[in-house]
């Protein structure tokens, strides 16, 4: 086993494709397989699970990645401090839902941190894409939401796949519309101020159950409906269409303007928002900073949280 062989297995589960891995190590895609067999062969384990879909992470494989990834950034950090080597190029893959916090922290992170190479990756994706970009460390860490509709699932997804979850503040829904919307200025709106706007929300493709909504109280039927894939287009919606979304209510002025306001939304309903991670696994320097970056952000816009 070497080094060399722990880097290219991290690459690879980084872009979840040897062929993409094998481009970005600039080395040949049989010249990658036949490394990975070989560290297979030598470890007695299956690291990847070919499928016709593409690679995926097996358990023994998630629990060696874990392993590989804090020796590498070991060596990486004494190559720098006794071999004088130029820094290596830092990782770190955050799939979180639509949320401007998530954004403004990783931000924050790569500003702060000065690094001068990083390979560093922000999904905004799809609430069961997230769980498996974490199950197969695509990404580090994950950030969605729970509430008592969904948690019995995703708590099964979370418990199957050796994953945690640590709630970082409880929300109460509010709604964002336009800041012209005539509801705009209210102290609350109902369900029943609501009924003649379109209600906009994020598509999840084949995994459309009610429980991988991104919105709560999911299970509603509404006259206008509209489902979109990214945040600029559902808030372009919200101001062209006057349309509304459901949400944990903070907003980023910095990030999103002044053209969308958010209104406490008046049921009885409440949500968690959290990260999740593999249990057995140590987070990266990076992972940490962007976790304390995330904390002082919610300290800032949600201080009640």
Known sequence: MTLQQLKYAIEIAHCGSINEAAKRLFITQPSL????????????????????????LSTEGTEFLGYARQVTEQMNLLEERYLKNKPARRQFSVSTQHYAFAVSAFV????????????????????????????????????????????????KLFNENDLAFHPLFDASPHVFLSAQNPLANKPFVTLEDLED???????????????????????????????????????????????YTISTGILSAELNGTDIVSVPLQVDEHMTVGWIAHRKLTLSPLASCYLEELKAILDREHPSR
């Open 108 to 155: 924050a992170l790569l500003r702060h941190q000065g690094l001068t190479a990083y390979d560093c990756m922000l999904s905004e994706t799809r609430t069961y894409e997230i769980i498996a970009d974490v199950k197969n460390l695509r990404s580090e860490i994950g950030i969605l939401y729970l509430n008592p509709f969904n948690a019995k699932v995703l708590h």
């Open 197 to 243: 706007l379109p209600c906009l929300s994020f598509e999840q493709g084949e995994y459309n159950s009610f429980h991988f909504s991104e919105e709560i109280l999911s299970t509603l039927s509404h006259r206008k409906n509209i489902r979109v894939s990214d945040r600029a287009t559902i808030f372009n919606c919200l101001i062209g269409l006057d349309g």
């Open 33 to 56: 397989s036949s490394a990975i067999k070989e560290l297979e062969t030598e470890l007695g384990v299956t690291i990847f699970i070919r499928t016709n879909r593409g690679i995926v």
